[in-house]
C-alpha cells in the first residue's frame, strides 16, 4: 500500500510539449521543486504549462535558428564540449520548473496573509525572485547569451 499526499497521483501525468521541446513530468517537477499535497495536481499542471508557454516563447527565435540547422529537438541540439550530455534540457526543465514554481509561490502568497502568514510570504517573494532569475539565466545558457545586461542611465 503507497500513501499519496493530499495533492498527489500515483499516475504519471505528462504534459506534451512542442516538438522541439522535451515533454514535462509532473512527479518530476514536484520531487525536483519540493511540491507537497497542499499543491493539487490540476494547479501544479496550470504552473507548469504557463511556465512552458513562456520558456518556448522565449525560445523560439533560437528554436527557429536551429531547425534551420537541421536540428529537430532541443536534445538534438550538441552541448557545449565543456558540458556533459543532455544540459540543454536540463537547463530547459530547470527554467520550466523555476517558472511554475515562482508562479505558484505567488498564488499562494493568499493562502494565510495574516501576522506570521504575511512575514512568510515577504520572505517567498525573495524566492520567487530567485526562481524568476534563475529560469531567465537557464533560458540565456540554452541561447548562449550573456546573463547580464547592464544599460546606463
Known amino acids: 500500500m503507497s500513501l499519496i499526499a493530499a495533492g498527489g497521483t500515483t499516475e504519471p501525468i505528462i504534459i506534451t510539449n512542442a516538438a522541439f521541446f522535451p515533454d514535462l513530468n509532473l512527479q518530476e517537477f514536484r520531487d525536483s521543486m519540493r511540491l507537497d499535497g497542499t499543491v493539487t495536481d490540476e494547479r501544479a499542471q496550470h504552473a507548469l504549462e504557463a511556465a512552458m508557454f513562456d520558456a518556448n516563447q522565449s525560445l523560439a527565435e533560437y ?17 557545449a ?3 556533459p550530455l543532455g544540459t540543454n534540457v536540463r537547463l530547459y526543465l530547470r527554467a520550466v520548473w523555476c517558472l511554475a514554481k515562482a508562479n505558484l509561490i ?10 506570521n502568514g504575511h512575514d512568510q510570504a515577504d520572505a517567498m517573494d525573495i524566492t520567487g525572485d530567485d526562481l524568476r532569475r534563475d529560469a531567465a539565466w537557464a533560458l ?3 541561447r548562449g547569451a550573456n546573463r547580464t545586461t547592464v544599460e546606463l542611465i
Not at 106 to 114: C, G, M, S, V
Request: charge should be negative; hydrophobic fraction near 25%; aromatic fraction near 12%.
Open 140 to 142: 540565456s545558457d540554452i
Open 106 to 115: 505567488e498564488r499562494y502568497r493568499d493562502y494565510d496573509a495574516t501576522g
Open 63 to 79: 528554436m527557429h535558428s536551429q531547425k534551420d540547422l537541421g536540428f529537430e529537438s532541443l536534445e538534438d541540439v550538441p552541448d
Open 81 to 83: 564540449d565543456w558540458q
